[in-house]
Each structure stands twice: as C-alpha cells, then as structure tokens.
C-alpha cells in the first residue's frame, strides 16, 4: 500500500487538497478488501482458473496514443474468437465478484459515461469497452504505469525518470495477476485472448518466455503526433481530475519535458524490439500511417499473421472501415507548441524507428 499513499499524497498536493479527495483511502480500502476477499472466494468455487492453459494468445503493443485502442477495439467486434479484458472486468477481476457486480453495470456504465474523467473526443472509456491491462493493475494496486504518468512523474527527478518507471511498472506480482486475470477469461470466455498493454514494450522478452506462442503486434507512429497526443490526453484528464489551470506554469512545463523524456525511453525500446524481432515469426510491425491509408492490406496481413481465420463478413467488414479510414477526422486537435515542443527535437536518431517502419514494416 506504499505506492497507494504516494500517489494519494500527489493526488492533494495537484488539487489543492480538494475535500472529494478526503474519503478515497476508505473508498479504495474497502474496494480492495472485497476484491481480496473475491480473488480468495474464486480459489475455492472456481479452483479450475488455475489449470487453465492460456494458447497462442495475442498481444497489441504500442507508445501510448498509437492507434492501439482503435485496432485493439476494432479487431474484438469483428473476430467473434477472440476474447478481451473489458474495463468493468478489470475493476473486479475475480469470477465471483463480477457475477456479484454484473447486474449492476448497465447502470453504473450510464452514470461512468458521463462522469469520468477522459474527455469522449480523445479516448472512449466506456466500463463495457475493451481497455489496455494496464488498467487492472491500477485498480488493484493503485500502481503501474497509469498512476506513474498521471502522478508520480510529477515528483521525479528528471534524471531518475528510467530507473523509477521500470522500479514502477515491472513487477513479478503484476506479471502473475495478469496471468491469473488472463486464465479466468479464458475460462469463462472458452475463447482465444487478443490483449493491450503499454507495459510489455519494456519487458517483450519476459513476455515471450512467459507466453512462447504468443503473437505480438506493435503498433508504430511517428512521433511528432503520438508524443503531443499523449500530453494532451494527460492534460485533459488532469484538468478534470485536479486543480491543474492553478498548477504553475513552469512546473507544468517540467512535467511536459519528463514525459518526453519517457516518450524517448520507449521509442528507444521499440527500436531495440524492431532491431531483435524484425525476422521474428511472434512479433509484427504495423505503422500507424500505412494502417490509415492502406487499412485492407494491413489488416489482412495482420491477421493472417495472428493465424485468425479472415471469412467473407470480416472481409466486406473490413473493406467498409477502409473507405471511412480515408474520410477520417480526428476530433481530438493538438499541437507540438501546446506543449513547448518544437519539430527539432524529433531529430534524434531514437524517432527514426518510424521511418524504418514507412519503408520496411510490411
């Protein structure tokens, strides 16, 4: 509970003391309790999770803001073999919980639609959407990546920014809860897995030991859109969340330059992955721009690599999205100087992976 009343204490000190913030270590300790004594109750009325084999299953990596919610989302409505983490089924990750909870959900979904805290433009979050599993380990531990960004980066030094996130998102106990969360899908879907997470960009090679058939997707786009996109997120939902207009300026602008700096850590990740697995029969390239404008052909490429059976419904399915692929506008307006960026600073060698992804990613 450590990382609970570090990240609390951030969430006070940005909004000011804000009182709605007062109750939540109740709120959150009462939360974990039931879900601690839920993940008990499942060892014992559905001890099977534990035996469930978890096959060839797929994950979609990516930088944040990448595309990843799109495909991840689009792929689960139209390949009905496939099976994803939910976001309700992420807050109460036990069997028992949700049949407890799943009655209620239509309602709370109504009410969480309207109050939470992303704006619908930039990112959908819906409790009946697919979402990145990097949600459940917020839920579960108040820790992880999600929290990391939204909280504790404000209180890093810049120059321990790498050894803090790593300490923060890779953990042998995040690792086995998603295992266990994996296997109960499994179960209960009786379906093949196609799951997202941000996390496994810093840990591939630990994924592929844990799961040898996976098949792994990684999603690139450049940059001077991705990076921006991502700060905008962060400011959007912080500005509903916190105090953050009376934020000063210079330590917004610090913030700024951190996540950055994070974003330069995991471009250099994914350049490591290309330059490791681009021969690899468990990991495929996808570009961002090529998926926008030749959607048919990347798709069925991506699909033929997942071994996903591609029959006449998904194929006119697919041939549909690609026309609106081609008329799409985005809602979601950003710019590099809303952030005080410039173009320069994307000439490091690091964001070049983008390049080699518009030439060579297939």
Known sequence: MSRFWENYMMILHLSHYKPQFFFLPVVYGIYRAFI?????????????????????????????RSGTTFLHRFILKNCHGLSGNLLWEMIFPSITARKIMKPFIPGINKLFAKKNVYNQHIHEALLTEAETDDAAIFFRYFSGLLPWLYLRVWGCKIDNLRTDLEKNVISSNFSKFLNNLYKKNALMSGKRLYLKNFNSILEIDNLLVNYPDAKIILLIRNAKECIPSS????????????????????????????????????????????????????????NYDSLIHDF???????????????????????????????????????????????????DEEVFEVVEFGKNHIV
Do not use: C
Not at 260 to 277: H, W
Not at 336 to 342: A, M, P, R, Y
């Open 36 to 64: 601690g004594l839920t993940l008990i109750l499942d060892r014992i009325f559905f001890p099977s999770f534990k035996k469930q084999k978890i096959e060839k299953p797929i994950f979609l990596i990516g930088h944040p």
């Open 231 to 286: 700060m905008s997120l962060l400011k959007n939902m912080l500005t509903n969340l916190v105090d953050y207009d009376s934020i000063p300026e210079a330590e917004k602008n610090e913030f700024y330059q951190k996540i950055f700096t994070v974003s330069r850590f995991y471009f250099y990740e994914i350049n490591k992955i290309r330059e490791k697995y681009s021969d690899s029969k468990n990991v495929h390239f996808v």
């Open 296 to 346: 048919e052909m990347q798709m069925t490429e991506l699909l033929s690599f997942a071994g996903i059976e591609i029959d006449e419904s998904i194929r006119e399915t697919i041939a549909s999205q690609s026309e609106k692929q081609k008329q799409y506008k985005g809602k979601h307006i950003y710019s590099l100087e809303d952030f005080g960026l410039d173009e320069n600073i994307f």
